[in-house]
């Protein structure tokens, strides 16, 4: 059977810079795996790729057996992958609901059903008691969440979260591995980027790790947690896994 | 407002608009109002795409202008109805914005106003050269019979009114219908934030046109009514930059992105250029455009809002909000 997204030898150069090489890997469907590495390693370029944000300079990125590589976002997006965005982008002159509607559209053209599905959504999210407020007026977590809420609403296979649990309180995170767990139980596949490590290793199925651009880990955090490469890239002692 | 309370008010405006000139004869009265009826229309149309989808454009009298001269040149050479040339008007400017919406889309922000502006300086440059369009002398319509029919009415200017009126709620109904669309939450996401609605599935490009075509249109035909109004137009007054900065302004000065702020807007500009004429006397195109500069300044920094803004006293708030959590 083939992968959910199949990423072969992807790099992305901006000028001298080589954001991303050779960077191989794949997700399979109803899996998470943690993207993790360094400030500057390239894992927003890795989603920015993935999502159309970037055509690749060199590389293959099949979703569901199909090459997407230089698709424009929309039609990834008309795919079933979505995305949050590391600094968040909501629709601050919109509410809350109409936030996930625009989400929501893409598979349901009628606005009171876009509406009804945005709504259940927001329910899944544990935002629905906000839905008639602006925006705008969120707290940080929840504009997080309102992010990750509005690209579920596009019933996504795959969704892209980028540091959704930076800046959040201890408890904040919890409830944020709560989500991303009933996420991939109703069948959506994650790829987490996080540097909040309690975070992300406690749900991924697998972890990549990223250094200066290339792939120098992939496998299960356990493995990962005790890469000594890894800790010296990354991690330090302080994740060893006890016991080990 | 409750919803109830504002299909109410909207009830009570229209009918005071019903019977406005029937309690105020002076012509000179009536003509303000009709010229209020038409900047508020073309402030709404302009809104569609320069407050619900944020793109700014200045260059709206290129439309108002194609739909002038279209359906004016139809009905002189080929006899046409101005009603139908008013369609003819509407669809040609709709091709017209998606052949220059297709280029100007790929610039960003004050870089797509000002290819809006070069836009309408060519092309009223273009017809001042143009002598089978009248040049830069313009085009006198035929004295038409007064009627329904021929879209003209010499003596009374009322129907004039009941037009511009009816011109107007077509308009705001159409605004009113875009705007609660796919279409709509799609152009509000544009706006807001490009990115996140393309990483939706929204095709910018796709949208923006639907927006420019339908604004186009809608400017076009306000073209067709003020033709058949003054019937005379040249370039200096239907395809003028201050014209174009006027529609923006009507809808700046109300409220972007509402519905009924360029109502608003209109009613004010208009009492201002009236006020402005009796202050400084004339007709002067220059005092008008320093009092446009002016009340762009003022808006653009006190009350982005515009007067709607102070109305619902919602959004204000809301701003001001968001910039505190803004880094
Ligand atoms: N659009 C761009 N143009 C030029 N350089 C870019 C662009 N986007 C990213 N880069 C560069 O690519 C490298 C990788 O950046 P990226 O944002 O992917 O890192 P990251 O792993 O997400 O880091 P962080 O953990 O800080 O978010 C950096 O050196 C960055 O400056
Ligand atoms: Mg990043």
Redesign the pocket.
């Known amino acids: 059977m083939t992968p959910l997204l199949q990423v072969e030898r992807l790099t992305?150069r901006?000028?001298g810079?080589t954001?991303?090489e050779d960077v191989t890997f794949t997700v399979g469907e109803g899996e998470i795996a943690g993207l993790i590495?360094?400030?500057?390693?390239?894992?927003?370029?890795?989603?920015?790729s993935l999502a159309g944000f970037?055509a690749p300079s060199a590389g293959s990125i099949r979703f569901r057996g199909q090459e997407i590589a230089g698709l424009p976002p929309e039609a990834v997006a008309a795919r079933g992958v979505a995305r949050t965005f590391?600094i968040v982008r909501i629709f601050k002159g919109m509410t809350v609901l109409e936030n996930v509607m625009v989400g929501a559209l893409l598979r349901h053209r009628a606005v009171p059903e876009a509406a009804a599905r945005a709504r259940e959504a927001l329910r899944f999210t544990g935002l629905e008691r906000r839905a008639a407020d602006p925006a705008g007026r969120l707290t940080v977590a929840e504009q997080k969440r309102l992010e990750v809420t509005r690209a579920l609403a596009t019933e996504p296979r795959l969704l892209l979260l980028?540091?959704v649990m930076a800046g959040l309180t201890a408890s904040e995170v919890q409830e944020a591995v709560e989500m991303v767990r009933r996420i991939r139980d109703r069948g959506i596949a994650c790829v987490v980027?996080e540097?909040v490590m309690e975070g992300i290793m406690p749900i991924a199925d697998r972890m990549l790790v990223?250094e200066r651009?290339r792939l120098i880990a992939d496998g299960p955090p356990q493995a990962i947690a005790n890469d000594p490469a890894v800790i010296a890239a990354y991690l330090g002692e302080e994740y060893r896994a006890p016991g080990a | 407002m409750s919803r109830r309370a504002g299909t109410a008010a909207l009830l009570a405006a229209l009918l005071l608009a019903a019977v406005f000139p029937l309690a105020v004869s002076r012509p000179a009265w009536q003509n303000t109002a009709i010229l209020m009826l038409m900047a508020a229309q073309l402030g709404v149309a302009w809104n569609i795409l320069g407050g619900y989808a944020g793109q700014v454009s200045l260059g709206h009298a290129a439309f108002f202008g194609t739909g002038a001269y279209v359906s004016s040149l139809l009905s002189m050479r080929l006899g046409l109805s101005p009603w139908l040339g008013m369609l003819a008007g509407a669809l040609v400017a709709s091709a017209f914005a998606v052949v220059i919406g297709w280029p100007c889309f790929r610039l960003k922000g004050h870089y797509f106003a000002m290819a809006t502006i070069a836009v309408v300086e060519i092309v009223q440059a273009v017809v001042n050269g143009w002598e089978r369009l009248g040049g830069a002398v313009g085009l006198y319509l035929p004295l038409a019979e007064s009627g329904f029919a021929g879209f003209v009415f010499n003596r009374s200017k009322l129907p004039y009114y009941y037009i511009a009126l009816a011109l107007l709620v077509l308009t705001l109904a159409v605004n009113w219908l875009v705007a609660r669309s796919r279409t709509g939450y799609y152009l509000r996401a544009i706006k807001d934030e490009p990115d996140a609605a393309r990483s939706l599935g929204v095709s910018l490009t796709r949208y923006k046109l639907q927006a420019i075509a339908l604004s186009a249109a809608l400017a076009a035909m306000g073209g067709t009514l003020y033709a058949q109004k003054e019937l005379f137009i040249d370039p200096g007054s239907t395809l003028s930059t201050s014209l174009s900065i006027k529609m923006s302004l009507v809808a700046i000065l109300g409220g972007v992105g509402t519905l009924f702020g360029p109502v608003i807007g209109a009613a004010v500009l208009t009492a201002i250029e009236e006020g402005s004429r009796v202050l400084f006397g004339g007709t002067g195109r220059g005092t008008d455009l320093v009092v446009y500069g002016l009340l762009i300044v003022l808006f653009a920094v006190y009350q982005p809002a515009g007067i709607m803004g102070w109305i619902t006293g919602r959004w204000p708030g809301a701003r001001a909000a968001r910039r505190e959590e803004e880094p």
Do not use: R, S
């Open positions: 992305k901006f000028g810079l954001a991303n590495g360094p400030n500057g390693a390239g894992k927003t370029t890795v989603f920015n970037f590391q980028d540091e980027v540097h990223l651009g």
